[in-house]
Each structure stands twice: as C-alpha cells, then as structure tokens.
C-alpha cells in the first residue's frame, strides 16, 4: 500500500507506531518496508461515485511493492505531524487530481510480504469518500484506473485474488461486511441532492 516509486527524490519519513496506534519515532519509507517491515501508519481510502461504483487502481510498475496490482483507490502514508485524514485528502489531490469529503471508516493491523522484496506492516486507517470531477492520474503511482460496480468487485477478487493487493482484499472484505449499506445510501443521496 505504499507509495513506494524508485526515485532519486528525497523520501518521506514514515510514522513509526507501537500495537496502540502510539508514535514512537520515523523512518524513511524505504527502511520501513525492508524485510518483515516495521510497523508505521498508512490509510486506504475508496472512492465512490454517484452510481455506487467503486474506483481502483492499478499500481505503477515503478512500484516496490506489489507493482501491477490492483488496489483501491488511494493508499500511502502521513507525514510526521500530519493528521491521517489530512494526509489521505493530500494524497487523492496528488494522485488523481480530485478533492473530497471523507468519513473514517475503520483502522486496523496487517502484514505481508512481498517475495524476498520487502512488507507492508502498517496500522492502517480506512476511509470512503464520494468523487466527481475530471480524474487526472499522476503516472509514477498509477498505471489504470477503473470504474467496478462493488458486486463485480467481489467477484473479480474471489475468481483471481492474486491480482489484488493484500491490504484491499482485506479492507475490502470488512467494507463490504460493515459498510457497503451505509456507504451506497449515501451515493444516492448525493445523486439526488
């Protein structure tokens, strides 16, 4: 879930987090996701439109991890000293070019390793949010993007769930469990609003 491009640039330094969701320090990002990973703080958000259908991605082949996967929408890390809200905001304006309204979904623990090349292991904070607008995609963190209705979704992963990066199988799986009914009410809403 990382925003990992190989790059000449400067890397940001990543929140380091103890099991509470407490900062215990920074890392650069790359160090963060060597071997099994050091735990840090990360989101996830999925963008809706006004038909209900989700937005994913699929990540650029400059990618440490998981390049070529598909994932949801947005996903990477706050900056020391940034809210993690504020940093998903940040993050759809860098990546896609658009502003929204986000709603805190859940937060939760994982890990996975990717090969012999590095881990996520992030405390990670889940968001939805509603988008419209003209999507614009930055090229060094996106390779496609796609509009799927949520039951495709579901199926897409349960027939090749190795096309899927590990953190959206899994958020996908609570969102669709503990969400989804909340979150389509308000697509229609805001259809009809």
């Known amino acids: 879930m990382s925003g990992l491009a190989r790059s000449t640039v400067t890397e940001d330094r990543l929140i380091l987090v103890d099991e509470?969701?407490?900062?215990?320090?920074t890392l650069p990002k790359t160090e963060c996701h060597l071997g099994a990973g050091i735990l840090h703080r990360a989101f996830s958000v999925f963008l809706f439109d006004?038909?209900?259908k989700v937005l994913i991605q699929e990540r650029a082949a400059g990618k440490m991890l998981w390049p070529g996967f598909w994932s949801n929408s947005c996903c990477s890390h706050p900056r020391p000293g940034e809210t993690t809200e504020g940093a998903a905001k940040r993050r759809v304006r860098e990546e896609l070019r658009l502003d929204c309204r986000l709603s805190f979904l859940?937060?939760?623990?994982?890990?996975a390793a990717f090969g012999t090349v590095g881990s996520e292991h992030e405390l990670c904070y889940v968001y939805a949010g509603h988008a419209s607008g003209i999507i614009h995609t930055d090229p060094l963190e996106i390779a496609a993007i796609r509009w799927i209705t949520p039951a495709d979704l579901?199926?897409?992963?349960a027939?090749?769930?190795g096309r899927f990066s590990p953190w959206m199988k899994l958020e996908w799986q609570q969102i669709t469990a503990n969400y989804l009914d909340r979150i389509l009410d308000d697509c229609r809403k805001q259809a009809t609003g």
Not at 106 to 111: I, M
Not at 154 to 157: K, P, R, T, V
């Open 154 to 157: 579901g199926h897409e992963i």
């Open 106 to 111: 859940y937060k939760f623990r994982y890990q």
């Open 50 to 52: 006004t038909d209900g």
């Open 20 to 25: 509470a969701d407490r900062e215990i320090g």
């Open 159 to 161: 027939a090749d769930p």
